[in-house]
């Protein structure tokens, strides 16, 4: 048997994953770098502001620890997760066993579906607009996907796993608590899990995301339930691939014996890391701060060029249109030398739509709106 690149490419391509996204805007990205000051780059939802000293200090304090880490994670880790859930969002009811340390969230999510036993034959189903990972995570599990933002749809179909992202990426959607509630209700009726992304619960805007793990959604009960969470936005740590998984026990636990086997842990100085940066409120509430000030800039500058923006009470993005296509208005705006990305990036529904990320510094931020004025 052909265990070479080759056959694994083609494993890939039989599993029907899509070509990455992003490697499609090459030729517009050189346009926008060709502008005479410089591309502004806001394509992607990465971090550019520095990370903050005592976490940098954290990730060197441990950096001689020259054994395996565990899976499970630090207690102090765990606990800091615990803490932060309940004084951040209002969450009780989770418990230090519980928590789940993992590298970033995005290798969760493309793995969570294999990862819970699901196969050929289930049902996955993502919203309609949904961030491209979730397709690809139930691909590389052999499932099938449905995009639905709404139970009815389904009929009688009874799926394995129902993915809810609130805030929503690319939209900045908000899913009220009685929407949440009746999702979670529904899956436990038929027994589905629910897993919710909710990497960007701290940055609402004109309302307040509310958790999963929230009592008012799940009843006071985590059965059948999973929240992801991820330092990447709140902490600006993307490069230090820092997350961590938490609800239903019984899946928890289901989680970490298999991770254990495969040697899914987290870097020991990450862990040390991801401790202090959620023991401390202060410096997330200045990172949404800059992220606040950059939207209202960015945001008065599309509107003032002729954009709409759409939902966006919460999240990095701005989901913004001219109602037109959306490769349309990517050349419209690679010709200012402003890079974005399409809607259908996300699914067939924003076809006349961009995702415009807040992640640029404030000098790139205003010659962004400059730019769009002129």
């Given at each position: 048997m052909d265990q070479g690149p080759g056959a694994a490419r083609d494993r890939a391509l039989s599993a029907g994953l899509p070509d990455f996204p992003w490697d499609s805007l090459a030729d517009l990205k050189a346009q926008a770098q060709a502008h005479p000051d410089g591309v502004v780059d806001l394509s992607v939802g990465t971090p550019v502001d520095p990370v903050p000293d005592q976490i940098r200090a954290a990730l060197a304090s441990v950096s001689d620890r020259a054994g395996y880490p565990t899976t499970h994670g630090t207690p102090e880790l765990r606990e800091a997760a615990v803490a932060a859930l309940r004084r951040r969002f209002e969450v009780e009811g989770v418990f230090e066993k519980d928590v789940l340390p993992t590298i970033g969230s995005k290798e969760l999510?493309?793995?969570?579906?294999?990862l819970l036993g699901v196969g050929a034959g289930s049902l996955v189903v993502i919203p309609e607009l949904a961030y491209?990972?979730?397709?690809?995570?139930?691909?590389?599990?052999?499932?099938?996907?449905v995009r639905s933002d709404g139970l009815t749809a389904?009929?009688?179909?009874?799926?394995?796993?129902?993915?809810?992202?609130?805030p929503s990426n690319p939209t900045g959607r908000v899913l009220p608590v009685p929407h949440l509630r009746k999702v979670v209700s529904w899956a436990r009726e038929r027994g589905a899990i629910v897993l919710s992304d909710e990497c960007y619960m701290s940055l609402g805007w004109e309302t307040t995301p509310v958790s999963v793990l929230h009592p008012s959604v799940n009843e006071g009960s985590m059965t059948g339930i999973l929240a992801v969470h991820s330092l990447s936005k709140s902490s600006s740590l993307a490069g230090y691939r820092a997350g961590f998984v938490t609800g239903d026990p019984a899946?928890?636990?289901?989680?970490?014996?298999?991770r254990k086997h495969a040697g899914m842990m987290v870097p020991r100085p990450v862990q040390e890391a991801?401790?202090?940066?959620?023991s401390d409120d202060s410096h997330v509430e200045s990172q949404k701060s800059r992220y606040r000030a950059r939207r209202t800039i960015l945001r008065g500058a599309l509107e003032?060029?002729?954009f709409t923006i759409d939902h966006s009470e919460a999240g990095l993005y701005l989901w913004s249109t001219r109602g037109e296509d959306a490769w349309k208005t990517l050349s419209w705006l690679a010709e200012r030398g402003i890079l974005v990305a399409p809607g259908t990036f996300y699914g067939p529904t924003g076809s006349e739509h961009v995702r415009v990320a807040l992640t640029a510094t404030d000098e790139r931020i205003q010659a962004a709106?400059?730019?769009?004025?002129s």
């Open positions: 999510v493309a793995w969570l579906p294999t491209p990972t979730y397709e690809v995570g139930a691909l590389l599990a052999g499932a099938t996907v389904l009929g009688p179909q009874n799926p394995a796993i129902i993915w809810l992202n609130s899946l928890v636990a289901s989680l970490l014996e298999v991801m401790t202090v940066a959620l003032s060029a002729g709106a400059t730019r769009l004025s």
